[in-house]
């Protein structure tokens, strides 16, 4: 790429001299002049088809014999061509072959060189030095660039495997809390069906027997009815137990169970509570419930422990791709430990937030502040 981006300089190089030694030098010998500049020409051409660096390092020293003939033959603006083989080996990757090219160049063109004068010996050497110097420059940068590409596609390559895991690790959890959820309403299932349906049965028989025997013995018969009603009130704490336990997380977590705290809170401690929801709700991993619960009922806990509060106050905000939970109280300032987020509670809220994805904010300012930050995947949405 970068030999290409200087082509038409090293071109200039050769056909510049061709034009002012034919039509303003006027050249005598303009015919054998033109085919040893085609030739030469041709020799620069070829090398945009050699791509490994054993044939290039061969043509450029063909190159640098041949040009240098040129310029001890016709002299003048030829040194210009025999200058030009230094844009084809000092864009080769090995430096060592670079430079020990532009020694063996310094000494051919030097000695084809010796019969002109010493201003051109010099303008020539300083030129090429020049020209060397320069793609070495261009050399350097373009590796740089060439890293920083390499580097750039990596960081890309890497974040977007990041993210696709990360994505997959929250599908699998969202299957394996639906597995688990099956899992238990499985076996609810089945001990409603064992314990609850066998008693239901039992009451059944037992009541059908009782219609049989009271009017002919009513004793027995109230006794039976007595036992009917045992059953059947055994039963229904079996199922009201059993239906408690369908949604154990509706208890210990969720933004209904944060209202009912903050108003045993409020019940108390006589302080005031408020709990306000902006934007628009969606639903949550009951992970991510968990963790807002816990982080919730530790910032009160602290607030209240620390602080001695008025107003305690819990704010959600939902985005398009995350939910914020702020916790904030008008109380004292919490001591500095608190503040630079290094107590015990306030590292465990931390840790809850880091595990999900999401992050803790802390804010000094008045109110104090902490909000948890937690990220909406598509999966819920």
Not at 57 to 71: F, H, K, N
Not at 236 to 255: Q, Y
Not at 279 to 284: Q, T
Request: charge should be positive.
């Amino acid at each position: 790429m970068l030999r290409r981006k200087l082509s038409p300089m090293m071109y200039g190089m050769i056909l510049i001299p061709y034009f002012a030694h034919i039509f303003v030098l006027k050249m005598s010998t303009s015919g054998i002049y033109l085919l040893h500049t085609l030739t030469y020409f041709s020799l620069i051409v070829l090398a945009r088809f050699l791509k490994k660096n054993p044939p290039l390092i061969m043509l450029s020293i063909v190159q640098i014999l041949y040009s240098a003939w040129i310029c001890q033959t016709y002299s003048g603006l030829t040194n210009l061509a025999a200058v030009s083989p230094v844009f084809i080996y000092f864009l080769l990757p090995n430096t060592y072959s670079r430079f020990s090219i532009l020694a063996f160049h310094l000494i051919v063109i030097n000695f084809s060189l010796l019969h002109q004068d010493l201003t051109w010996i010099v303008v020539t050497n300083l030129l090429l030095l020049f020209i060397s110097y320069f793609l070495h420059l261009l050399q350097q940068f373009a590796s740089k660039q060439e890293h920083e590409q390499y580097l750039f596609d990596d960081i890309r390559k890497k974040n977007y495997e990041l993210s696709e895991t990360r994505n997959r690790l929250l599908l699998f959890t969202k299957q394996i809390e639906g597995a688990a959820q099956a899992e238990e309403r499985s076996r609810i299932s089945q001990q409603l069906h064992d314990d609850v349906g066998h008693r239901l049965i039992r009451s059944k028989m037992m009541m059908e027997a009782a219609l049989q025997i009271f009017p002919n013995d009513q004793q027995r018969g109230m006794t039976m009815l007595q036992q009917i009603r045992d059953q059947l009130s055994a039963g229904l704490d079996e199922m009201r137990a059993t239906v408690k336990r369908l949604k154990p997380a509706s208890n210990d977590s969720g933004i209904q169970s944060l209202g009912q705290m903050l108003e045993e809170v409020g019940r108390e401690t006589g302080i005031r509570t408020e709990l306000t929801i902006e934007g628009n709700p969606c639903s949550l991993y009951p992970s991510q419930e968990m963790i807002l619960y816990k982080n919730a009922r530790e910032a009160v806990t602290n607030a209240l422990k620390h602080g001695s509060p008025q107003t305690v106050t819990i704010t959600f905000t939902y985005t398009g791709h995350e939910i914020k939970m702020s916790v904030s109280n008008d109380g004292d300032t919490p001591d500095h430990n608190i503040k630079q987020g290094s107590g015990q509670g306030i590292t465990g809220m931390k840790e809850r937030c880091s595990f999900a994805g999401g992050r803790l904010e802390i804010n000094t300012a008045f109110p104090f502040t902490v909000t948890t930050v937690l990220p909406i995947t598509k999966h819920q949405e």
